[in-house]
T-cell receptor
């Protein structure tokens, strides 16, 4: 069983929809990182979470350490949000990536 | 202003011909990472430096080596590239101040092996 599971793997939405991407993990972690990768390869760090909830613009990230689960939400989605969203763990001194969720937002 | 710079952005090499990819940073971060990312897959950590301390992932092939001559620069050497090494290679840095470090990624170098 993978240590990090992301769902869904692929997601297509209409512009304006509320998007949720989930990340579940099975190891103890110190922090969890949400990354955004655009077509062409550039990776942007969105959030680093160790507890609770963070918000930046239309993006919201939450984490429940006890349940070993994190979610990334996008409100009022826009075509420019189309990207791969990757969940990245920090268990001890290693890093574990989820497989990514490919989001396509159609106008 | 570019903070993590990778050169070249596109690299073509021949099967078996050594190639070096470079990464530089203006952030004065302690930690530098090299990742390999193949099409439609998540990045895979190859190794990282904490200052001068080199940390190799257990499943990184011996064909991949790295050098960090100073804080600002880190190199990825592929001694004998195979067709399976064609990928995007990403460099990242982090301050190294704690476990909740944010990583800052460069734009990547896309390697083609002919």
């Amino acid at each position: 069983k993978n240590e990090v599971e992301q769902s869904p793997q692929n997601l297509t939405a209409q512009e304006g929809e509320f998007i949720t991407i989930n990340c579940s993990y099975s190891v103890g972690i110190s922090a969890l990182h949400w990354l955004q990768q655009h077509p062409g390869g550039g990776i942007v760090s969105l959030f680093m979470l160790s507890s609770g909830k963070k918000k930046h613009g239309r993006l919201i990230a939450t984490i429940n350490i006890q349940e070993k689960h994190s979610s990334l939400h996008i409100t009022a989605s826009h075509p420019r949000d189309s990207a791969v969203y990757i969940c990245d763990l920090f268990p001890d001194n290693d890093m574990r990536f989820g497989a990514g969720t490919r989001l396509t937002v159609k106008p | 202003d570019a903070m993590v710079i990778q050169n070249p952005r596109y690299q073509v090499t021949q099967f078996g011909k050594p190639v070096t990819l470079s990464c530089s940073q203006t952030l004065n971060h302690n930690v530098m990472y090299w990742y390999q990312q193949k099409s439609s897959q998540a990045p895979k950590l190859l190794f990282h430096y904490y200052d001068k301390d080199f940390n190799n992932e257990a499943d990184t092939p011996d064909n991949f080596q790295s050098r960090r001559p100073n804080t600002s620069f880190c190199f990825l050497d592929i001694r004998s590239p195979g067709l399976g090494d064609a990928a995007m290679y990403l460099c990242a840095t982090s301050p190294g101040q704690g476990m909740a470090d944010t990583q800052y990624f460069g734009p990547g170098t896309r390697l083609t092996v002919l």
